[in-house]
């Protein structure tokens, strides 16, 4: 490998592992005089261009433009990624950019899209407290909320968790990422229903959960469509939330719910 492409490699790597989208411009096809070599790479965010070349100039700019375009087709109205083909472009350096050296230059874009799973939790009790555990050894983004401090300083350390203090969890509906899947799992209905209230007035989340039985799924939807949400939005809500299996122990149906959340996510790709 050469040291080009070791830079591009472990800038490209760092940008995916911190969950950022991004574009490798390669130039591939230059025609007479283009500013730098078969192979230039750079790297493109929606901040702009981040590492490398691919020649400076009009070219370089317009190749950011195009970079940044197709990141904006990679997130779906949700947030969430979505795949974009690669393209190869080829501009006419006088004739497309004004660039009085003439020549021409072929780019190719691919676009990386940082297909993180965020996944929410609320409530830090004992079904909570198996559940973020076993959630944590996936590869995903973990937030667990709860009022208690005491309760959310019995979670696991990890590098892809983090915990959340709010008297008022449904305060924080408005801040979850777009595209969150997310699991509620209080105290009871009366700490669930203003969290799942917000939850279908944000309309930001992938799958809301919510744990009990289907006494407590009647009595959750009665609610909500008595409180005028749309039939489709009440209906789309999982509650009871795990998959029938296992016991009602905490560790075996956090691995029903996680099993739930695989479900759905297969199905949501």
């Known amino acids: 490998m050469t040291a080009h492409?070791?830079?591009?490699?472990?800038?490209?790597?760092?940008?995916?592992?911190?969950?950022?989208?991004?574009?490798?411009?390669?130039?591939?096809?230059?025609?007479?005089?283009?500013?730098q070599d078969i192979g230039?790479?750079?790297?493109?965010?929606?901040?702009?261009?981040?590492?490398g070349t691919v020649g400076g100039g009009r070219l370089e700019a317009r190749a950011i433009e195009h970079a940044r375009a197709m990141?904006?087709?990679?997130?779906?109205?949700?947030?969430?990624?979505?795949?974009?083909?690669?393209?190869?472009?080829?501009?006419?350096?006088?004739?497309?950019?004004?660039?009085?050296?003439?020549?021409a230059a072929s780019l190719f874009y691919e676009v990386a899209t940082a297909a993180t799973w965020n996944i929410v939790v609320f409530g830090a009790g004992h079904v909570a407290q198996a559940t973020v555990a076993l959630l944590s050894t996936f590869h995903c983004n973990l937030v667990c909320i709860d009022p208690r401090p005491e309760w959310l300083g019995r979670l696991p350390a990890r590098a892809n968790l983090r915990t959340q203090l709010a008297a008022e969890p449904a305060d924080l509906v408005p801040t979850l990422p777009r595209g969150a899947f997310v699991l509620c799992l209080t105290q009871g209905h009366a700490t669930d229903?203003?969290?799942?209230?917000?939850?279908?007035?944000?309309?930001?989340?992938?799958?809301?959960?919510?744990?009990?039985?289907?006494?407590?799924?009647?009595?959750?939807?009665?609610?909500?469509?008595?409180?005028?949400?749309?039939?489709?939005?009440?209906?789309?809500?999982r509650c009871p939330l795990g998959l029938p299996l296992g016991t009602n122990a905490p560790a075996e149906i956090a691995v029903s719910i996680a099993a739930r959340l695989l479900q759905e996510r297969a199905s949501a790709a």
Not at 74 to 102: I, T
Not at 193 to 204: T, Y
Request: hydrophobic share 45%; proline share 6%.
């Open 5 to 35: 492409a070791h830079e591009h490699l472990h800038h490209a790597s760092r940008l995916a592992e911190r969950g950022v989208p991004f574009v490798t411009v390669t130039l591939v096809q230059p025609e007479g005089h283009v500013p």
């Open 40 to 51: 230039a790479k750079a790297i493109v965010t929606v901040e702009g261009l981040v590492w």
């Open 71 to 103: 990141l904006g087709r990679a997130v779906d109205e949700h947030g969430v990624p979505r795949a974009v083909a690669p393209e190869l472009v080829r501009y006419e350096l006088q004739r497309d950019l004004g660039m009085v050296c003439g020549g």
């Open 193 to 237: 229903l203003p969290i799942v209230r917000r939850l279908l007035q944000e309309g930001r989340s992938r799958f809301v959960g919510v744990i009990g039985s289907d006494a407590k799924a009647r009595t959750l939807r009665s609610t909500l469509l008595k409180e005028g949400f749309p039939e489709a939005a009440v209906q789309a809500i």
